[in-house]
């Protein structure tokens, strides 16, 4: 399927479909192609307005412990060997982040285990940082956020044996980040929102939200803005 996987902007939640449609209101929780939300120790709300002109986004926000998470889950992909994800988000909440005050953003496993791993993390210099991490190849690499909302791409490609990252980025052939990747772990589940903070993290920023919109996965094309 070279075509939308599915397109959604969290604001809309599915119940327009694509994003840029209009909505009366927010709804009160994930509807699908979501399957579920989860929070542990942290909230999911779904609040207006969106970004880039949509209707409403999702704040995450986590209170408890390093187990806790609070993320909407994606089912739809099946086993898939490439996978391409986008997403909108805004980490302007976390000022001052620093260098251990980390947490999960976006997850994806299959059947062999984790796949990609997203994190926010502080620069040690006020800004944030987007981390990648492909737990096939053991590749890791971190690229800065700027302020307000970023749109964070990737192409997870294990028959190409690549994996390339944009960050705020509209040029397919130049990535911000590209490395081989080893390993054939496929992609079953997504879950984006804040997961598996660092006790830091948590003692900083407890409760402070962090806003993701516009989510949309594909096999293969560019998804770009």
């Given at each position: ?152 791409e990737f192409d997870y490609n294990t028959t190409g044996g690549t994996f390339s990252a944009w960050v705020n980025n509209n040029v397919e052939a130049s990535p911000n980040?590209?490395?081989?990747i080893t390993g054939t772990a496929t992609v079953d589940t997504a879950f984006l929102g804040l997961a598996g903070a660092t006790p830091s993290y948590l003692t900083s ?21």
């Open positions: 399927m070279n075509t939308k996987m599915k397109v959604l902007a969290l604001a809309l939640l599915g119940l327009a479909g694509y994003a840029g449609s209009a909505v009366a209101g927010c709804p009160s929780s994930p509807v699908p192609p979501w399957t579920s939300v989860g929070a542990l120790g942290g909230t999911a709300t779904i609040v207006a307005p969106g970004y880039a002109g949509t209707a409403c986004h999702l704040d995450s926000a986590l209170t408890g412990d390093a187990s806790s998470f609070a993320t909407v889950e994606d089912d739809t992909p099946t086993a898939e060997v490439r996978y391409r994800a986008q997403f909108i988000i805004n980490a302007d909440n976390l000022a001052n982040q620093g260098l251990v005050d980390a947490a999960y953003i976006f997850s994806s496993s299959g059947a062999a285990g984790p796949s990609v791993q997203l994190s926010v993390v502080g620069d040690g210099a006020g800004g944030r940082l987007v981390s990648f991490i492909v737990l096939n190849g053991a590749a890791v690499n971190s690229l800065p956020l700027a302020a307000g909302e970023n749109r964070v980040w590209s490395t081989p920023f407890a409760g402070t939200t962090v806003g993701f919109d516009q989510f949309d996965s594909r096999r293969s094309t560019f998804i770009g803005f």
